[in-house]
């Protein structure tokens, strides 16, 4: 009886507190500010586990096929969404299934396949026309801010170019554009044969995941894995890349960190930073690299290393598009465009110092 008498009694005994003086918290009431704070904390550890979690998923998938990996787990990990895949249940793969059903985005184009959805001719890499973005007024009442006002651009296949202008001018969030990451723009952009404005989000992320490479200024690596994991990363979210391990491995060694594999960022300098997630960039071998300030971080003799790298990857065919503050960077190029006043022009001290 004692077990349903206090359960009885409980409620009773509650009722008969008495209340805290104005002002107070009634009993059964939690404290708003230790509420908040409870909050804030659970938030806290999310965030900190956040790498942990993926790094166990991840260890976890490389015991699987990389197709199964692919179709288990086609969701991006927080803080990677974009580059290494897409929305959750619109991976590559029903991109794929989407092209052979005759979905948006025209004729399939096959990976490393620069021909055009009707003509059949070899286009360029990149096309932009008459690009425009505006942002809308700052204050009520206000004008609507350009940040372009209609970019023209074509970037030859096997062409490397350099991209120059101050802060502010849009030359991040233009990569963003060709890349695919940002849809909200006026004008027609091309990439690969693909008009992206008529691609869906699954097929925009097959897309970005087989044929274009993307490399950060503050590299985007996860701390929770090696150096050889995160090189795999685009294998784990997108639809599995073929032979994905030894080519993680041979990327390293390309970049000259074979015997970093093992190794996590924090045990690496800056320089081999950047070289990991160079690495990671050319895991599915994409015909188009993009570089945000890719040196940015980087003392002058470990950003000479990364640019010779850029001028052996241009001498191999692959279509380099990178953006910079650096001369040193431009002058690798065969081509270098500045962009100011909303449009881009041609810088011919630079251009072909290569």
């Known amino acids: ?18 209340r805290r003086e104005a002002g107070g918290i ?8 230790r509420a908040a704070r409870a909050r804030r904390a659970a938030r806290a550890r999310a965030g900190a586990g956040r790498g942990r979690g993926v790094a166990a998923r991840f260890r976890q998938a490389r015991g699987e096929s990389a197709r199964a990996a692919g179709e288990r787990l086609r969701i991006g990990a927080p803080g990677l969404r974009g580059p290494f895949g897409g929305q959750p249940g619109t991976g590559p793969s029903r991109a794929r299934a989407a092209d052979r059903d005759g979905g948006a985005g025209g004729a399939r184009t096959r990976r490393g396949d620069l021909r055009g959805h009707r003509s059949g001719e070899t286009v360029s890499a990149i096309e932009l026309r008459a690009l425009r973005k505006r942002y809308p007024p700052r204050e009520p009442g206000g004008a609507p801010q350009d940040l372009w006002r209609g970019l023209e651009l074509t970037v030859g296949e096997g062409e490397f170019v350099a991209i120059e202008g101050q802060s502010g001018t849009g030359k991040s969030t233009l990569l963003h554009v060709v890349g695919g990451l940002d849809r909200a723009y006026e004008g027609e952009v091309l990439v690969l044969g693909e008009r992206l404005r008529g691609l869906s989000d699954a097929r925009l992320a097959a897309l970005r995941h087989a044929r274009i490479g993307f490399v950060f200024q503050s590299f985007n690596l996860l701390a929770e ?12 979210f997108g639809d599995g890349v073929p032979d994905a391990e030894r080519r993680a491995r041979e990327g390293l060694a390309r970049v000259g960190l074979a015997d970093k594999a093992s190794s996590r960022p924090m045990a690496l300098s800056g320089g081999e930073r950047q070289r990991v997630a160079i690495a990671r960039a050319l895991l599915s071998r994409p015909p188009l690299l993009l570089a945000d300030e890719p040196t940015g971080n980087l003392d002058a003799r470990t950003g000479e290393g990364i640019i010779d790298l850029f001028r052996e990857l241009h001498r191999d ?24 006043e909303g449009a881009l022009f041609p810088d011919p001290r630079l251009e072909g110092s290569a």
């Not at 009634?26 to 500010?33: F, K």
């Open 26 to 33: 009634p009993p059964g009431r939690r404290d708003p500010a």
């Open 1 to 18: 009886m004692a077990g349903p008498l206090s359960r009885r009694r409980g409620p009773a005994l509650r009722r008969a507190r008495p």
């Open 317 to 340: 065919g692959m279509t380099l598009l990178v953006v910079t503050h650096e001369v040193r960077v431009s002058r690798a190029a065969s081509r270098v465009l500045v962009l100011r």
């Open 225 to 236: 894995l090696t150096a050889l994991e995160n090189v795999l990363l685009p294998d784990y």
